[in-house]
């Protein structure tokens, strides 16, 4: 406030300065005569017409240099979210192991197990594991009977792997050993040479098995599909018999608009056979199989074949069908005609007779050559699914069996071959009367023309299987029963021109069940054969009677 008092007078000092300075200035009275007025002299407009430049008419190309830059940007793929929808049923819970331990009479033992294993790698590559273990033995000797038993044990792991790039590698290895007896002289009225002990008839073939494909583990840009790989075995018997096999497959899938689809296929199958005597032999073939399939809304046709190449003797077969729905999924009418090459080998003519002589005679191992025309109908109702067809089936070299006796009581046959023409006649359905409760059943019968063989010797002309599932709400119960008919084979016998029986027919009734007392453990039980069946499937190879087997399960 002091600073402004002071300014203040400062101010008022300096204007009276001047009074002070003019002290001279006349004092008398100054009249005005006429007030002053001030005017600007009027000018001269001048007009200015104003006017634009020149158009510049010249054309300038600009040269720009942007310098290019690449930018990283996260980006987190989005995550599809299904709709949800409300479902009656639960999902049942998903368990990477399993196993099942058990016993029962007569004399048997049984376990069964399993893993796998699913792992996410990255958002884009993965793999699965898995391993299996399975072990059934039994031995049915007794004071009238003697080494009537068997032994079967298989164990097998697989792997796969998923690349981030789009395609995966799978690789399995397993090992089967498979113990039989040749018990037949058991049941020989004739025989009377006594005892034998268990090592003098045993046969035990043993397989090891590995394999190795790359195939598309999603699906590709074009709509393309491929697998390709190789499988190879390797197996040995009790005496000495010895086989290799190895396939080279690859295959093809161009799909056409997401339902038309163009395939082709390639194997190259090798096998070789010996034994400790003379006889080697050799059973190769090469296949190639094209094919196109074509689908519309009422009817589907495939369209291709197979050429078959063996002892550098080509043969082609036809391989067609065409599907008519008549009234959507209710009723379809179908027709087909197909053919192939289906190797007879060491392997699999021991698979279905495990008690041949396994010091196979030259020639044994060939090709059944087959062509197959077909026409039936087929349904899928609202509780019932249906087929039924006819079929005839032209054969060249069908693999039969006769009974032999080499007198080392050994008890075994031989394999011998025919042509014969087949027709069969077959059906199929499936229902499910209530909830929880599925009913399953197929019937074939087949009629034999053969052209020098006086019977298809131990081949089975009628077939039947039925059998009912059920399954608990909760899932912690499931029982099954199954009846399995099949007639009696027609067997030759020793010592003579067009001697035969027929040997009995099989009635195998068996029931099944197994509880979850809680969430991971449970028992299981089952009674097989429960008519006490003893035909013989093989002359004086009686089958196993009435057989209990129960025990635990578990699963994590």
């Known amino acids: 406030m002091k600073k402004q008092k002071f300014i203040f007078l400062l101010f008022t000092s300096i204007l009276a300065l001047p009074l002070w300075a003019q002290t001279d200035l006349p004092s008398e ?5 006429k007030v002053f007025e001030a005017q600007l002299a009027e000018t001269e407009k001048v007009s200015v017409s104003p006017e634009l430049p020149p158009v510049d008419t010249t054309i300038k190309r600009q040269d720009y240099q942007v310098p290019p830059k690449s930018f990283e940007v996260e980006y987190p793929a989005p995550r599809i979210r299904p709709i949800t929808y409300k479902s009656d049923e639960e999902i049942p819970d998903a368990y990477n192991f399993y196993a099942k331990l058990g016993a029962g009479l007569p004399r048997a033992i049984y ?8 792992v996410e790698v990255s958002d884009k590559s993965s793999y699965d594991i898995g391993l299996n273990l399975m072990h059934h033995s039994a031995n049915f000797s007794n004071n009238e009977v003697e080494n009537q038993r068997f032994g079967l044990t298989k164990a097998q792991g697989e792997g796969t792997y998923y690349f981030e790039q789009g395609f995966a590698v799978n690789s399995k290895l397993g090992y089967t050993s498979n113990r039989v007896s040749y018990y037949g002289y058991n049941f020989d009225e004739f025989y009377d040479d006594g005892p034998q002990e268990k090592d003098a008839v045993k046969q035990l073939f043993g397989i090891f098995d590995f394999g190795a494909s790359i195939f598309n583990g999603v699906q590709t840009a074009g709509d393309f599909n491929y697998n390709a790989g190789f499988d190879l075995y390797t197996m040995g018997d009790e005496f000495a018999s010895n086989e290799f096999g190895m396939a080279l497959k690859g295959n ?35 296949t190639l199989h094209p094919a196109f399939t074509f689908h519309a809304h009422a009817f589907k046709v495939k369209v291709g074949g197979r050429l078959v190449s063996n002892n550098d003797e080509f043969t082609p077969f036809p391989d067609v069908e065409a599907v008519l729905n008549l009234t959507g999924n209710e009723l379809a009418l179908f027709v087909g005609l197909e053919g192939d090459l289906q190797k007879n080998t060491f392997r699999s003519l021991t698979t279905y007779n495990p008690y041949i002589h396994t010091r196979l005679e030259p020639g044994t191992l060939r090709n059944t050559k087959y062509f197959n025309a077909f026409a039936g ?35 075994d046959f031989d394999v ?9 006649i077959s059906g199929s359905v499936k229902a499910v009367p209530i909830k929880n409760l599925t009913v399953t059943g197929t019937l074939s019968q087949s009629f034999f023309d053969e052209k020098t063989e006086f019977r298809t010797w131990h081949v089975p002309s009628f077939q039947a299987n039925f059998q009912a599932l059920y399954t608990s709400s909760d899932g912690k119960l499931s029982a099954k029963a199954q009846l399995f008919l099949e007639n009696g084979v027609s067997a030759n016998r020793i010592g003579g021109v067009n001697r035969w029986d027929n040997l009995g027919a099989l009635y195998d009734l068996s029931l099944g069940g197994e509880y979850w007392f809680v969430k991971n453990f449970g028992a299981f039980l089952e009674v097989n054969n429960l008519l006490n069946n003893e035909r013989e499937r093989w002359r004086y190879y009686r089958t196993y009677g009435i057989n209990v087997l129960g025990g635990i399960t578990a699963r994590f």
Do not use: C
């Open 29 to 33: 009275q100054v009249e005005v005569i």
């Open 111 to 118: 376990g069964d197990g399993s893993f796998s294993k699913h």
């Open 252 to 286: 093809a899938t161009k799909w056409i608009q997401g339902k038309h689809s163009f395939d082709i296929g390639l194997i190259t199958d090798f096998t070789w056979y010996d034994d400790t005597l003379i006889n080697k032999e050799t059973l190769h073939n090469f």
């Open 377 to 411: 109908v087929r349904g899928n109702l609202k509780f019932f699914e249906y087929t039924a067809q006819i079929g005839y089936k032209p054969t060249n070299d069908l693999a039969m069996y006769i009974f032999r006796f080499d007198g080392d009581n050994i008890y």
């Open 416 to 424: 011998v071959y025919d042509d014969v023409n087949i027709v069969n």
